[in-house]
């Protein structure tokens, strides 16, 4: 055992710490997997309808499509280690209540989706939290087998959690089910409070929550090829939420199960999960691209809705919902490697959180729509229309292949550049600033030029600036200004900070176009708009700083005013 623990996948739980948490998320995981199985056994006995068992999947991913994105953000500004276990109380509460309404005997349909709706919000504020403390409890060789862990742990849980709901719900009832799930997560606070976090000395961060939510906004608004992995994971989602929106209706209306049965079908959803992540994902990504890997997943999905219509042999059914967790798990990870392949590493933690933002709110959607079918429709015409919509929507595959993030280069550009006067030093929080350049270009290359600064335009954009625009000199001839527009002045450092090396190719062509006798000039402002009714200026003592992101010349000009 010792050895197994010294390398390989489980060298992390060597760690005391690390090990404390991962038990204490398992623990919390099953909980809340139980919790989940317990609650939709309640609502199917106190209302049956397909619309109402739909709005449970609904109310469970709402909140992440409401909150993942600015808990995405909160979790690089607060201390992390306070969120969790606040959230975790958060979460203790929202169970805490749902226990108590059932053991009062004034639970109904309306009070569940609401405490499912406040146990998804904790839920979606600690997801974020959970993968990014991580790296301050392990070492770097340590790492990798947290990440495997980490991956097991939602395994684990999603096996273990429905079929022990399953198993307690004729036992102790629904109500103590709810109580014990209160338990677990007043155990992962003390857990939580157990880990004694290296105090590391305080900085002023670069970047407030506003600028980190709105940055994030305009990545996704000027990176195509997260856009277009973005839209296949929406699309994905808003089918693949027919499983979880209707399997409930079918196995316990259709096939009557119990309480045990129920539980060993959401258990066997996970199962089949768990066999595609260990057994089946490494082989057929050795012999499919990443594009017919998800169009052959998406077309074994839409055989699980056929097969949905029509299997009514409860054992033969755990097969069915075992199938649908290996095209589901096969297609969404390959989706989720595309996205973590488009994004560059200062912007994962925000753009992973706005990935299950969408992914979260077309699931949400789709669980109303597919439960609205099925209430007007019936279970089995809403199950076919799924199927061959899915299958339509795989057309969607062609113009929008995400072959292309195999051969992504995101590989961050050395931070080199030469070191500038500046009259005034800007306080991180001073801005806007306003970046110029002016560039005197041949007509005959006016096209091309037009061309290149369409891709500039959205390096600076995606990368912190919220305007850009290019100015044709009308005193001057053939000469353009490029304005930049960052909302402050630690924008514009990271500006710098983040550019890949693609990006810096790029940029670097710019010199390409540029036929004047000088170098191109770089000039900047401070905006002190808010400063005119005072009619006074901060004097700051003269500083060097790094060169911006747009490294154009080795002589330039900065001015502050």
Known sequence: MNENLNAGPFAALRNPAYRTLWFASILSGTCVAAYDCAAVWAMYKLNPSPLFLSLMSTVAALPFFLFILPAGALVDIVDRRKLLWVMNLWLAVAAGLLAVFASLRILNPYLILSCVFLLGIGLAFTAPAWPAIVPEVVSGEE???????????????GIIGPTVGGILLPLIGASWIFTLTTVCFLVVILAVLGWKRKVRPERLPLENFLE?????????????????????????A??????????????????????????????????GAALAAVFVAAWVRAHFSPNILTIVANFLIAVVYLLMAFVRDQMLFMYVAALAGIGWTLSASELWIAGQRAMPDWARG???????MFSQGAMALGGIAWGLAAAVYGVEHTLFAGAGLLILSLLVAIPLSINFTSTLDLEPAPVTGFSHKLVNLPRPTDGPVAIHYDIEMDREHEREFLQTMKHVRMVHLRNGAFSWRLHEDLGRLNTFRIEIMVPSWSQYI?????????????????????????????????????????????????????TSPFDLSSSRLHEAS
């Open 143 to 157: 790492l990798p087998s947290a990440t495997t862990l980490g991956s097991l742990q939602l395994t684990i849980s």
């Open 238 to 271: 808003f089918f693949i939420s027919l499983i979880p929106a209707l399997i409930p209706v079918v196995g316990l209306k259709e096939l009557e199960l119990t309480a045990l049965g129920c539980g060993m079908m959401f258990s066997s959803v996970a199962a």
């Open 494 to 546: 990271l500006q710098y900070e983040r550019l890949t090396k693609a990006e810096k190719i790029i940029l670097e062509r710019v010199k390409g176009f540029h036929v004047g006798e000088s170098s191109i000039e770089e000039r900047m402002f401070l905006c002190v708009n808010k400063e005119l009714h005072s009619h006074r200026r901060v004097e700051r003592p003269s500083s060097t700083v790094s």
């Open 350 to 356: 925000r753009m992973s959180a706005t990935f299950i």
């Open 212 to 236: 980190s939510f709105f940055t994030a906004i305009r990545y996704v608004q000027n990176a195509p090829g997260i856009k277009v992995v973005l839209a296949r994971n929406t699309v994905f």
